[in-house]
């Protein structure tokens, strides 16, 4: 199976989501910088992915430097820190990685010993917690498969929206390791995969992913999606998430919102499937979560080819926020929350 990104002495390597499905070519980043721009660009996307991306891009600028003294280890560290801060807000994994590589930037600095040792073991130690990252992002992404899969019935088809697989973790995926981990025990499953209009992350992403693995996959358009859950055609919908806050609200892909209203007004139950790392306490309830407004052009042209009249105006919000009062439950590596979320959300972190 592919590697959605690993670390490499060459750099950091990840395939390039950009040119999925058609092409599947890998791009590798030498610095923090070239790390940001893929984050930006989205030839990595999906927020635990973008959460290792991060945490990879620290170690770039730590390991990379040719700083004299951890002072100036420092700045280039947080350089790179910027840097990547400033690609894309909504998902939380990213500045949670970030915060992880500079607590272990902080304990290499209060080391004792010369500046020489200090720095050669900053630069090791930071290469290996992203990898750290990377490695624990895989192992909870496969406790959630296991958890959420005991909720899903022997035969089941489930409603998905975007991309929350391998290419958008370390790798298994979050709402797919719950279909990866589900058809692995047996079960007889079918998913039916939102397009995802603008960028397409379900057409162009999950049907790849899905399909690759063997597992049945029938690709719809969003608004499609009421029409399944009225026929009785869909018994779950699942999906994942960017950030969550304390009261179980939940940030995920433009369209999740509808999912999740569409779901309690069919008796469809809604899942939500993520790793703690995405899990914002500090933000009481979704509207504070911060909501990416990307290019209006995403919107209007499609794979380049204007879809619209030249001068028409056009929004992209890239993320709705779905009230924790539509969320059947939340899955993650630790178990299944339900309401009330504040409780369970905490009592989870611990
Ligand atoms: O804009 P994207 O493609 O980064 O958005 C991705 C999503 O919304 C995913 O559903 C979310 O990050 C969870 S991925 C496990």
Redesign the pocket.
């Known amino acids: 199976m592919f590697k959605t990104i690993e670390w490499t002495n060459e750099g950091v390597r990840m395939i390039d989501q950009t040119r999925l499905p058609a092409e599947e070519v890998y791009v590798t980043c030498k610095d923090a910088a070239e790390v940001a721009n893929a984050i930006k660009r989205?030839v990595i996307?999906?927020?635990?992915?973008?959460g290792v991306a991060a945490a990879m891009g620290a170690a770039l600028a730590v390991s990379r430097s040719s700083a004299p003294d951890m002072e100036r280890l420092r700045q280039d560290f947080e350089a790179g820190a910027q840097c990547i801060s400033q690609t894309?807000p909504t998902?939380v994994n990213l500045f949670w990685a970030i915060q992880r590589m500079r607590a272990e930037f902080d304990r290499s600095m209060a080391a004792d010993g010369s500046d020489e040792d200090r720095i050669r073991r900053a630069k090791e130690r930071l290469v290996a917690e992203a990898r750290q990252v990377l490695e624990e992002d895989i192992a909870a992404n496969r406790a959630i498969g296991r958890h959420g899969a005991a909720l899903l019935g022997s035969s089941a088809t489930v409603l998905t929206?975007?991309?929350?697989g391998a290419l958008?973790?370390g790798g298994y995926?979050?709402?797919l390791g719950v279909i990866r981990a589900a058809v692995g025990a047996g079960k007889k499953l079918r998913v039916f995969a939102d397009e995802t209009r603008p960028?397409l992350?379900g057409a162009r992403l999950t049907a790849w992913e899905l399909a690759s693995d063997g597992v049945p996959v029938t690709l719809i358009t969003d608004s499609m999606a009421g029409h399944f859950m009225k026929q009785g055609a869909l018994d779950a919908a699942i999906?994942?998430?960017?950030r969550i806050a304390a009261n179980g609200d939940v940030a995920?892909?433009i369209g999740t919102y509808s999912v999740a209203v569409l779901a309690r007004e069919n008796r469809v139950p809604f899942y939500v499937a993520?790793p703690l790392s995405t899990v914002d306490l500090s933000l009481a309830s979704g509207d504070q979560i911060p909501i990416e407004e990307r290019s209006p052009e995403e919107v209007t042209h499609l794979a380049g080819v204007s879809i619209a009249p030249g001068n028409v105006e056009a929004r992209h919000p890239?993320?709705d926020v779905t009230p924790h009062r539509y969320v059947t439950a939340i899955i993650t590596e630790r178990g299944v929350a339900r309401a009330p979320y504040t409780e369970s959300l905490r009592a989870l972190t611990q």
């Open positions: 989205m996307r999906g927020a635990p992915a973008i894309r998902a929206h975007c991309n929350a958008a973790t995926g979050t709402a960028f992350q999906v994942g998430a960017d995920n892909k993520a890239a993320f």
